[in-house]
């Protein structure tokens, strides 16, 4: 696609509820990122794929979290048993080479009830 | 470690002035790169512009410029010439050659006034 596609927009989740967050990259992105965004502050690093290879998931908050590229194009990070600190946005990025030119999609704004 | 650090959390600007954002970043590797992005309220990180640490010149994208200043670890952004449509969070942010990842800063909301 033209752009980097994120699903759903907006999820809404009561606590302990298991979500999945879709990320559909550019067409022919090797590397593939998550990030999370909490409420007024920057960006963190959650995890980082090179194809379908999850390469570093070093940022991934806990054993909730669970991230998977398996044919190397789209990616789901899955939450398990949400908690409240869980709510944030969670942004995808894709790029060609791993490197320098990082295209973003719009984010999930996942809010924990 | 390497961090970022946006000191102004927030700015008004009046429409059609320039704005420089502040940007201090701490690295211990010489092979790296500066990257600004812009985030309206609809979410989406939008790049604007990036400066490689061994780039001689200043890096320039339009109305965007990017102050670099290697020695004091500094790399402003300046916005000639403001918008209203500028008015959105403006995040700076860092990856080495070491690693993929971006590091960021708190970032800093910028309002345009007309």
């Known amino acids: 696609g033209a752009g980097v596609s994120q699903s759903p927009r907006y999820k809404v989740a009561k606590r302990g509820q298991d979500v999945a967050l879709r990320c559909d990259p550019i067409?022919?992105?090797?590397?593939l990122f998550w990030y999370q965004q909490a409420l007024g502050q920057g960006p963190e690093f959650l995890t980082y794929?090179?194809?379908?290879?999850?390469?570093?998931k070093s940022g991934l908050p806990s054993d909730r979290f669970f991230a998977e590229r398996p044919e190397g194009s789209v990616s789901t990070l899955k939450i398990q048993r949400t908690q409240q600190e869980d709510s944030a946005v969670y942004l995808c990025?894709?790029?060609?080479?791993?490197?320098?030119?990082?295209?973003f999609g719009s984010g999930t704004r996942l809010t924990v009830v | 470690a390497q961090k970022i650090t946006q000191t102004q959390p927030g700015m008004f600007v009046q429409e059609k002035e320039a704005v420089t954002l502040d940007c201090t970043y701490d690295?211990?590797?010489?092979?790296?790169?500066l990257f600004w992005y812009k985030q309206p309220s609809s979410g989406e990180m939008i790049f604007l512009i990036y400066?490689?640490?061994?780039d001689e010149q200043n890096a320039t994208e339009g109305r965007y410029s990017l102050n670099f200043q290697k020695a004091r670890k500094s790399a402003n952004l300046v916005i000639s010439a403001s918008q209203l449509g500028d008015s959105a969070m403006y995040f700076c942010?860092?990856?080495?050659?070491?690693?993929?990842?971006?590091?960021w800063g708190a970032g800093t909301k910028l309002i345009i006034k007309p």
């Open positions: 794929f090179q194809n379908e290879a999850q390469l570093d």
């Open positions: 990025a894709s790029s060609l080479s791993g490197g320098w030119g990082y295209t």
């Open positions: 400066q490689g640490s061994y």
């Open positions: 067409s022919g992105h090797v590397s």
């Open positions: 690295t211990s590797d010489q092979s790296y790169g």
């Open positions: 942010a860092m990856r080495s050659n070491s690693n993929y990842q971006l590091i």
